[in-house]
Each structure stands twice: as C-alpha cells, then as structure tokens.
C-alpha cells in the first residue's frame, strides 16, 4: 500500500459510495427539473449540489489521504474559518492587529497537539493558555478602551473555529481497534456526513412543512417542523451508519440525535453572529452557500459534541 | 530571455504568492478580465498597501507577465543598491521619479519607452498608498499616458481591503477578507488628459460597488 493512502476498512469505502450515489442523483434530479421548468430556486439547488460534489471530494481526501495531509486540510478550513470571522467582526479594533497574529499562530500547535494525539495540550492549549495568553498580549500593549471586548471576542472566536474544528484532527489520528472497526477516520466521516445530511433534513422538512418558528429574530427560516424532522431523519441515518462508529444498541440512536440538536444550535449561533453585524453571509468561498462559516456553523458543535461522548464512554 | 524571465515571475507570482494570497491571507478575485492577447497595455489601480501589486502580479497570465512593470517611485523603491536590485528583477518595476527636482528621467518619457516595446504597465495613480480604505484624487500623469497612445487598453482594477491587511507604515502582515476586482480592458472616451484622469477614476471606482 502507498505511504500516503491509509489502509481503510470497506466500511468507509461503502459510505463514500453511498455518498457518490446521493450526488449523482441529486445532481440528475435537479438538472432534468432546470430542463423541464427553469426556476432560480433549481438554478441555485444545482450551483448548491455542484458546490457539494467540491466539498464531497475535499472531505473524501480528508478520510482516505494519510491522516498527516487529513489534519493540514483541516488546520488550513480552521484558518480561513478564523478568518472570516475576525474579518467580519465589529468587536476587533484596529489596534488588535498584531494581537490577532497570534491567534493564528496557535493554529499550526493546536493541530500539532491534535496530530501527536496529546490529549492534555490538545484539550488545554486554546481553552486555557490562548485564553490568558491573548488578554495578557493585549494588556501589554496597552491600549484600554474597549480592552473587554477584545479579551473575549479574539479567544472566543479561536474557540469556535480553531478548538472545534481540531477535534476533527484529533478524531482523524485514532488508529484502528478492535471496538473502532473503521478508526478515527471512520468516526470523521460519520460526523461530517450526518452533520450535513441534517442541515439538508432540516432545510427541507422546514421548506416542505414549516410553520412554527423558533427564533424569529435569529433565523427566520428555521421552524420547529423542520427541526423535528430533521431530528427523526438524522436519528435513523445515523443508526444507519452506525458502522463507522464504536457505539452500542442505546448510544447509537441518542448521539445522532444529539449532533441533531447540536447541529442546530451552532446554525443558530453563527446566524445571530451575522445578523449582529448586518451580513448575510460571511463570504463567498462557496458558490450557492456563501462564506465557510455559513457551511461549518453546525460542524462547530457537533464535531466538539461527538468527540467528548465517544471519549468519555471509551478512554475515561 | 524573455521568456525565462516570464517563468521565473510566474513561478515567484502566480504559483507560490498566489497561493500564499488566495488561501492563508483571504484575498478574493471577482471576474476575471479578458485578457489581450499581447501589450501593450495598462492596469489601473487604487493603493493602500504594499499587497496590492503583489495581488495583481498574481493574477497577470503566463503569457503577460515577464512583460508586466509595476511602475513605483524611486525615491521609495530605489532608495539603496539592494531595493533598486530587488524592485528591477523580483518585482519586475519601472522606478520613476516623483518630483520635477529629482534626477532622473521624465517619467512619461520612461513609460512611454516601454509602451513602444509593446509591454504593459501597472499604475497607481493615486501616488502614495495613503489612508486605508480612502480614494485619493488621481494624479494627471496616467491621463497625459493616455492622451498620447488614446489606442492602448486600459484594466481598472479596485482593490478591497488590503490597507487592513499590511497597512501603510507597518511591517506585520495579518490575514484578513479582502478582495480584488477586474475590470474589462477598454479604451479611453476622452480626450484631454484632466478628462481622461477623471475617466479612469471613476472606472475604477465604479468596480467598487
């Protein structure tokens, strides 16, 4: 076998064709409709499903590359994350500049704590030494007014980009066991696969069913049909694939419903984050979706969520 | 020569910086130009920051870029034996002088040497790179460019954000969103060189919105 190709159980091999399949038909499905009755509604789906097949590829390279090339993809995703965020919050002042280099810096060791399978630095580096790191840097330099702001939004916001997503990384470098069939790489793709599939669950329940909303002030969209839905769908795709992880007969239908809800949360946070400062989307990375953040919103908690479970239940 | 000199930039610029740009520090391209096949040409810009030439270097073809010169002041870029070297060969650059008194050659004179070898120019008309995120009136140098070869291509260019980035004065570079924005190579309308000034000026603005 190559160096660079991890030896992968059939398991993950079967789920990206699974996910192939769902493409193929979705791209199909949408196309023969823009044919028969042209719309913008199935013009964006489609720019939307094309968008999918280039993050389907970047994720597929994350599970089947050497973990190595998996964590780097990842730490470069946390930084254009890191990015879009800092650059769209009105909470940075100019003066922060140099402090926020910092915040970068910590990117490459978060990862490389992740890589090292370090679980003490992994877990303490950002939450503990970025947090007096970051205030102490700005203290330093010295410039008071509106310091508050600045001490909570730089490490908080490295928080929900950098801390989340390298559970990802740290997810990736799990080797093969006798209870983990599939490995770490296995348990990414359960993550990333159901994360997304209930962002689509709960836009179409919502789409199709939608009447109660839930904050209306947050994300208009949202309604408690389509959380319901979502909820039900993803819990029965999740025991579905419940293959790529090492939970049991209980465990597998409660943490799919749980990423359901956490998933929804972190599409909530991000949407009030953004109607704050008065954008729709925080970019354009993505053709038909918007910014990074607005596709990992729910990745953010559901990848922290997934990991403390499964480590609690099998390392404590 | 030519050529290897094209591929040495387009290693440098479209390959390593372009990737250095495009994903660590954040800098978005909106539509791409129809590039001409050939120079001459000029590419007109605003200034905030030392990344904005480095932006556009990175986007200028295979085909263009050993025969791109951002035009910079002398003054700044030639200050020693060691920039002169650099801004010539790495950046690729036509050092002009920014005052009458100063030695050197009329800078119009000296750009239009290089029009005639049929090569394209970058410029800044805006002079200095100033106030982020501030339009400064254009100085009349590219009009005057202008009047006398009115059939040359002229590329608007706005740039976004890149004052956040590596502001004037400040050697720290920090990622943050940015973007570039081209506009389609065109001929000038006007004809006198305060009307072409204003012209131009207000192409590049319009990329703006």
Redesign the interface.
């Known amino acids: 076998m190559n160096a660079w190709i991890r030896p992968n159980h059939p398991f993950i091999y079967q789920t990206l064709i699974a996910v192939l399949i769902i493409l193929c038909f979705a791209t199909l499905l949408f196309s023969i409709w823009k044919k028969i009755k042209p719309s913008p509604l199935v013009s964006e789906m489609l720019t939307r499903t094309y968008s999918w097949w280039g993050m389907s590829t970047i994720v597929a390279l994350i599970v089947l590359l050497h973990p190595a090339l998996g964590v780097t993809f990842l730490s ?1 995703i946390s ?2 994350a890191f ?2 965020l ?3 919050s009105k909470n940075i002042r100019a003066a922060d ?2 402090i ?2 910092w915040c ?1 810096l910590a990117i490459p060791v978060q990862f490389a704590w992740a890589y090292l399978q370090n679980f003490h630095g992994f877990i303490t580096f950002i939450p503990v030494f970025m947090f007096i790191w970051i205030p102490i840097m700005l203290v330093m330099k010295g410039e008071t007014q509106d310091i508050g702001k600045s001490m909570s939004v730089l490490p908080g916001e490295l928080m929900l980009t950098v801390f989340s997503i390298s559970h990802l990384a740290y997810m990736l470098t799990i080797p093969i066991s006798p209870q983990l069939l599939a490995g770490g790489s296995g348990m990414v793709l359960y993550v990333l696969f159901l994360t997304e599939m209930n962002d689509v669950f709960q836009f179409c329940w919502g789409k199709v069913f939608g009447k109660h909303k839930i904050v209306p002030k947050v994300s208009p969209n949202k309604t408690w049909e389509g959380l319901i839905g979502g909820f039900i769908t993803t819990s029965i795709l999740g025991y579905a694939l419940g293959f790529l992880t090492p939970f049991g007969k209980y465990m597998i239908w409660i943490v799919p419903a749980i990423l359901s809800i956490a998933g929804f949360i972190g599409d909530v946070m991000v949407s009030a984050i953004k109607r704050d400062v008065g954008v729709k989307d925080t ?3 993505i053709p038909g979706h918007g910014g990074l953040m607005d596709r990992i919103d729910s990745l953010l908690l559901t990848s922290v969520v997934f990991f403390h479970i499964y480590y609690a239940l099998y390392h404590g | 020569m030519d050529k290897l000199r094209g591929t040495f930039l387009y290693v440098i610029y479209g390959m390593v910086i372009k990737f250095v740009l495009r994903w660590i520090v954040g800098i978005q391209a909106k539509n791409q130009p129809h590039w001409p096949e050939s120079g001459p040409f000029i590419i007109v810009a605003n200034h905030n920051s030392h990344l904005d030439t480095m932006a556009i270097m990175s986007m200028i073809p295979y085909g263009l870029i050993g025969i791109t010169h951002p035009v910079a002041a002398s003054d700044y870029f030639g200050k020693n034996k060691w920039q002169f070297y650099f801004s010539k060969n790495i950046i690729n650059a036509i050092l002009i002088k920014r005052k009458k008194d100063d030695p050197g050659q009329n800078p119009i004179e000296l750009m239009s040497k290089f029009i005639d070898k049929g090569h394209g120019l970058i410029i800044f008309p805006e002079g200095s790179r100033g106030e982020p995120q501030v339009l400064q009136p254009f100085k009349k140098g590219i009009g005057i460019l202008l009047e006398k070869y009115p059939n040359i291509p002229y590329i608007p260019v706005y740039l976004h954000g890149m004052g956040k980035i590596l502001p004037k004065g400040e050697k720290l570079l920090v990622p943050f969103q940015a973007t570039i924005t081209w506009g389609n190579p065109s001929l000038v309308k006007a004809t006198s060189a305060d009307e072409i000034t204003a012209e131009i000026e207000q192409q590049v603005l319009a990329l703006s919105v």
């Open positions: 470069i930084l254009s990015r879009e800092s650059s769209m500049r140099n926020i280099i970068y970019g354009n990375l």
